[in-house]
């Protein structure tokens, strides 16, 4: 928010106005001479406004996912986001900075958002005309017909017609749909991605994104050689060769792999000049080898590593999660819980004990980590209790297990081959006291509760011994930079990578605003402005004072 190319609506401007002047003078650096020069920062004045208006913009999925795509408000309904009036009408053309770009974004999702309603008006008047016919002939309101199939009668605008609903008949049927599959065009499941030739990015997604968009880019070129040799053989595309990739969408379909949606340019032969373009649909299926061992795999146990810096009520359900959705399935699970020294280690381990009861063969390891917090520190920590071809799940309190993840994470993990990356479903809730208590409820996945927006560097599987020869990420600053050390190493360890839908992360609403201290909101601006890359519900795990954490469950 705030960079070039963003622009404002007029209820936005009026709620920003006050503050425009003084943001803007931000901007500038001023020197001995009073001289004035721009601030390599442009985003410094959205930051400011943020900071006025008390919301977060740079760092939040859900503006990030409004202003990037122009997408339907919907999303936002589960926070709240959409009753703030700052919200409502801004667009934005960054980072595509295309006109042409930028409407061909919006009537996609429009046209998304036609075929939404549409369904949703094909199955309510199927109900009602379902109601319609089981009533009695006196009992039909006054809107309905009825011809013997009491099909519901529509006045049509321009038609001829009397009133009371006489007018011509409108009837639904699937075969008038403007697509011929809708499931083709539309999934609630997943949500497509918008990407150009020179600006291959993650719509939405506020997880580093140089992994991410390596793998796409990689795929990409799979997919162009892959065209280059289809073109070769079809007879229509003979007197052309395929010049390059324009734009397209992409999105992924759980646990399958990808599926392109892709405007190619094509060049004649013989006339340079002369050029086609065409629109490709590809389906990318991700490679995935059947694991082969002398011991069944559902045997080898999971070593969970959780880095625990607060023990809060999420500490609670993830635990209450890990025993519902591991230990009470018979699943072979271990858990180790890596905390920090000045934590309370009589504390965590009363937790443990009390949600753990009634399972004495239960294998929990509280291993302590000196020194400050460090998520690469904690991970290292935890592998250092395993042995080298134990399978460790490294993950965090703001993750929730399905049953069935366990076995894909087996699966997927292969010494010296493969190790996992699940991209969990993201769920938007205002309080992350919720659990998966049996076997049956899972969070609903859909574009209402949240969306596959991004891959979790927090959330991986691997074979001890391919952690190590990875390199490990210690000596780096975030984790992501440990699946960049595996895509640039060039070995035959790969890394798999899909939405995982036994998977989910929760994204609290937890804003700087919510803290009742003012050192903690300090913090917490402070945090913001300098790890823009952090995740909103990674930022509290900074901001609760050290003091709370012993205190967090005496009452």
Avoid at 457 to 472: A, E, I
Avoid at 500 to 519: E, K, Q, V
Wanted: charged share 20%; aromatic share 10%.
């Amino acid at each position: 928010m705030g960079g070039p190319g963003v622009v404002f609506s007029n209820a936005a401007m009026r709620a920003i106005g006050p503050h425009l002047n003084q943001c803007l003078s931000a901007v500038f650096l001023h020197d001995q001479q009073s001289s004035q020069k721009w601030n390599d920062d442009d985003v410094e004045i959205g930051r400011c406004i943020s900071r006025k208006l008390d919301f977060q913009c740079s760092t939040s999925a859900e503006s990030r996912l409004k202003f990037h795509t122009d997408y339907s408000g919907d999303s936002l309904r589960p926070l709240g986001l959409w009753s703030k009036p700052v919200f409502r009408e801004i667009v934005s053309l960054h980072p595509v900075k295309d006109q042409r770009n930028m409407l061909s974004i919006h009537h996609f999702y429009k046209t998304l958002e036609f075929e939404r309603q549409y369904e949703e008006l094909f199955d309510l008047m199927s109900y009602t005309n379902d109601v319609c016919r089981s009533l009695p002939h006196h009992l039909v309101p006054p809107a309905f017909v009825s011809t013997g199939r009491c099909n519901l009668q529509m006045s049509v605008g321009g038609g001829e017609g009397g009133e009371g609903g006489q007018g011509s008949n409108y009837l639904v049927n699937r075969s008038t749909a403007v697509f011929s599959n809708p499931t083709n065009i539309y999934d609630d499941e997943t949500h497509w991605k918008f990407f150009n030739r020179t600006s291959l990015f993650d719509i939405g997604g506020v997880s580093p994104r140089r992994p991410l968009s390596s793998s796409l880019q990689a795929e990409l070129k799979h997919m162009e050689g892959l065209l280059r040799k289809y073109f070769l053989r079809m007879p229509d595309f003979r007197d052309f060769n395929m010049e390059e990739v324009l734009h397209g969408y992409v999105r992924f379909l759980p646990v399958t792999g990808r599926e392109f949606r892709l405007r190619v340019k094509l060049s004649n032969k013989l006339e340079k000049n002369r050029v086609k373009f065409i629109s490709v649909r590809l389906l990318r299926q991700l490679s995935q080898e059947t694991a082969v061992s002398v011991e069944p795999t559902q045997t080898r146990p999971i070593h969970v590593i959780l880095p625990l810096l607060i023990v809060d009520g999420r500490f609670r359900e993830f635990l209450r999660n890990f025993v519902e959705q591991g230990l009470r399935k018979g699943i072979t699970l271990s858990l180790v819980i890596v905390i920090f020294s000045e934590m309370n280690a009589d504390l965590v381990e009363g937790i443990v004990k009390q949600l753990t009861r009634g399972f004495p063969k239960a294998v929990v390891t509280i291993a302590i980590s000196e020194g400050q917090f460090s998520l690469p520190h904690a991970v290292e920590t935890g592998m250092s209790v395993l042995s080298n071809s134990d399978i460790a799940f490294v993950t965090d309190i703001n993750t929730r297990i399905r049953s069935d993840f366990w076995s894909r994470c087996r699966d997927n993990t292969r010494q010296g081959k493969q190790i996992y990356f699940p991209t969990p479903f993201s769920v938007y809730i205002s309080n992350p006291k919720t659990s998966l208590v049996n076997s049956s409820s899972s969070y609903p996945i859909n574009h209402w509760t949240g969306q596959w927006a991004f891959y979790s560097s927090k959330n991986f599987c691997v074979v001890k011994r391919d952690y190590l020869g990875v390199g490990r990420f210690k000596d780096a600053s975030f984790p992501s930079y440990f699946y960049q050390r595996l895509l640039d190493s060039g070995g035959e360890l790969e890394a798999f990578q899909g939405p995982d839908p036994g998977i989910y992360r929760l994204w609290p609403a937890r804003t700087c605003s919510s803290l009742n201290s003012l050192p903690g909101r300090k913090a917490c601006e402070a945090l913001v402005m300098s790890h823009a890359h952090f995740p909103p519900a990674d930022l509290a795990d900074y901001l609760v004072a050290q003091d709370k954490l012993s205190s967090a469950f005496k009452s």
